[in-house]
């Protein structure tokens, strides 16, 4: 048998397999996922299927995100998620009908501001605590923005009900109105917000949140400045949650209080993270796929098996958290990278291409 050339091994940076054009295919694949997203779903989905799931999958994935770029990047812990996209909610409203001259775009932009400010100031704590503790301070913003929402009615406009309703949505004379009109302004900014978070991850900054994610300590010998790192992922991540929560009130709901950011909110974008996997963006979605669709299946599963003991939905809402409880266990356990990992293995990708079995011989 004759021996291998050391260049036969190898593949040049130019080769259809090499990890540029794998690069290459990926984003090809998620290019052609968002043309098919931004053409053939306005076309061929109904008006249900838009605004009670699709819509909700996506601003619910760009939450978890939002998260996770905290959770899974930087390795710190917060359980008021929710609580941000309440401040970005109500940013983006009263921005909307005080300064009524700002475009969408700019309220959007302001709003996510107004939030990383606030995701800021609760991060503060992260400077001097971990764990447990952190996750107890962070659930302080939760309780604190829902009080103060509820009792000081300047928020919702003097509103005897204090919801905050959404505006008429404008946006370069496009009026954002209709269930695909919502679903395509949700879809673009999800997509804008996807591209910081890969940007941001695949820069300076986001390695350095994963050297400190991995230990902090070590990072900090190394030249890394820990407490402005931190501060920063609680902004950013502050951020994406403060637009996704303007997406949820205006694209979404429609109408909006401050208990429709509750604690069970917060839980839910901690769950997508969990389900979806740490570290991961597209992970996400699949996570808040899962949350979105199993209240449907459970609804579904009790009409075609006529379970009468599960029509009670205070039964489907215990089954429901149940399911919830069982997976994340189970993916602990088996999957800790969520199932975006098992995605992946189940899924071929290209990868380097063998070398034929003439050239062994």
């Not at 996770?68 to 940013?91: D, E, P, R």
């Not at 994610?213 to 994406?240: C, E, K, N, W």
């Not at 709901?253 to 969990?274: C, E, M, P, R, Y």
Request: glycine share 10%; net charge neutral.
């Amino acid at each position: 048998m004759s021996a291998i050339p050391p260049t036969w091994g190898t593949l040049p940076q130019g080769s259809a397999t090499s990890p540029r054009r794998v690069l290459t295919w990926s984003n090809a694949v998620a290019l052609a996922l968002l043309i098919t997203l931004l053409i053939g779903v306005p076309t061929l989905a109904s008006d249900y299927w838009i605004s009670s799931i699709l819509i909700p999958v996506l601003v619910m994935g760009v939450a978890g995100l939002g998260l996770n770029l905290l959770m899974g990047y930087t390795g710190l812990v917060s359980l008021g998620s929710a609580a941000f996209m309440s401040i970005g909610a109500f940013s983006a409203y009263n921005l909307l009908l005080r300064v009524p001259f700002l475009p969408l775009p700019l309220v959007l932009l302001v709003s996510g501001l107004i939030t990383a400010v606030a995701g800021v100031l609760f991060g503060l704590p992260a400077l001097r605590v971990k764990g447990f503790y952190l996750g107890a301070s962070t659930l302080g913003a939760q309780f604190f923005f829902e009080w103060l929402f509820t009792n000081f009615h300047w928020f919702s406009n003097d509103s005897q009900s204090l919801t905050i309703s959404a505006p008429r949505l404008e946006l370069l004379g496009w009026t954002i109105q209709s269930a695909s009109d919502r679903y395509l302004f949700v879809l673009l900014v999800s997509a804008l917000l996807i591209g910081l978070a890969y940007a941001v991850i695949r820069s300076r900054l986001g390695r350095e949140w994963m050297a400190i994610r991995d230990m902090d300590t070590a990072a900090s010998v190394i030249g890394i400045h820990v407490a402005p790192r931190v501060l920063q992922s609680y902004a950013v991540s502050s951020f994406i949650l403060g637009v996704a929560g303007s997406l949820w009130a205006f694209g979404y709901l429609g109408t909006a209080d401050a208990h429709a950011f509750n604690l069970d909110k917060s839980f839910q974008i901690l769950f997508i993270v969990l389900i979806g996997g740490s570290a991961t963006v597209w992970g996400n979605f699949l996570g808040a796929g899962f949350i979105v669709f199993t209240p449907i299946l459970l609804n579904r599963l009790v009409e075609f098996s006529q379970l009468g003991f599960l029509g009670d939905q205070g039964a489907l809402a215990n089954l429901e958290h149940l399911i919830f409880g069982a997976l994340i266990i189970w993916l602990l356990i088996k999957e800790p990278d969520g199932l975006s990992s098992l995605l992946r293995r189940l899924i071929p990708h290209p990868r380097s291409a063998p070398v034929p079995e003439a050239l062994v011989s």
